[in-house]
């Protein structure tokens, strides 16, 4: 079983930046595919970004092409996304989560299987 720890939420003015980090332990990191995923109030969890094992491949939520970056660093067994241009449609609570062996294309939460505690990030206008 793998355990997974976000943090770098926090309070962002629109426009700003963040990065959120996750940490696992418990597992070869290099085994898993990661992903970050965010549920606002009220509403459904939903797929942000993921990548691959060994960060070749990525994908990206509509919402965070071209504002959001994913990364991985084996090494430190963490998983970023750096979080650009935020809005105030970006606060929720994000979610780190993990599949071992998956597919970066898994965008249905049910479908991953290690999760995270969440980092709240609230971006005011």
């Known amino acids: 079983q793998v355990q997974l720890v976000e943090s770098g939420g926090g309070l962002v003015q629109a426009g700003k930046s963040l990065r959120l980090s996750c940490e696992a332990s418990g597992l070869t990191f290099s085994d898993l595919v990661m992903g970050w995923f965010r549920q606002a109030p009220g509403r459904e969890r939903e797929f942000v970004a993921a990548i691959s094992r060994f960060g070749v491949n990525t994908n990206y939520a509509d919402s965070a092409k071209g504002r959001f970056t994913i990364s991985r660093d084996n090494a430190k067994k963490t998983v970023y996304l750096q979080m650009s241009s935020l809005k105030s449609e970006d606060t929720a609570v994000y979610y780190c989560?993990?599949?071992?062996?998956?597919?970066?294309?898994?965008?249905?939460?049910?479908?991953?299987?290690?999760w995270g505690k969440g980092t709240l990030v609230t971006v005011s206008s």
């Open positions: 989560a993990a599949n071992h062996w998956g597919s970066v294309r898994a965008v249905v939460p049910g479908t991953w299987s290690s």
